[in-house]
């Protein structure tokens, strides 16, 4: 194997990954567990205005942007998703939990893992064995503007989430 193909096939396993991650948060927002009502409900309880709005939202983007990093298809936009999900889970749910996940709360390394890694697929792209190259657009996409698109749109995605949609819960004390 060339080291480009290792680079392509490494980019592939990469892309998928984290695609089937968010295709099945994505899904089992909407069908597993609790449904769409119960992720509704537990929108509502950390605060998110509306909650169905954003409960549908959050799923239909982890399931967008699954798709597309899992084909390589506008890999940049479907990285974005990536980030802007992972920017909001990490505001809303995380960051005051310390850093394990196994904590009480759930901490924030796996949505910084996740936020990082959308990052880091939009400047690298896809690889050869995605849609994006099928298509010759890859050359586009990839760099600087990857980067940018993945970085700006997800983290401005996620700022306009939270600035429209997110009223923290009262505190308790």
Known sequence: MTDAAAIDFALLVLRVAVGAVMLAHGINHIW???????TTKWFGSIGMRPPAVHAWLASLTEIGCGALLVVGLLTPFGA??????????WAINHRGNGFFIFRPGE?????????VTG???GALGPGRWSLDHALDIRDDLVGTSGL??????????????????????????
């Open 119 to 121: 990052i880091a697929l």
């Open 107 to 115: 901490g924030w390394e796996y949505v910084m893992t996740l936020l």
């Open 32 to 38: 597993g567990g609790g449904k769409i009502a119960g």
């Open 148 to 173: 940018l698109i993945a970085t700006i749109g997800g983290l401005g995605g996620a700022a306009l989430v939270l600035g429209v949609g997110w009223r923290p819960p009262a505190s308790s004390d």
């Open 80 to 89: 974005a998703g990536v980030v802007g999900v992972m920017a909001v889970a």
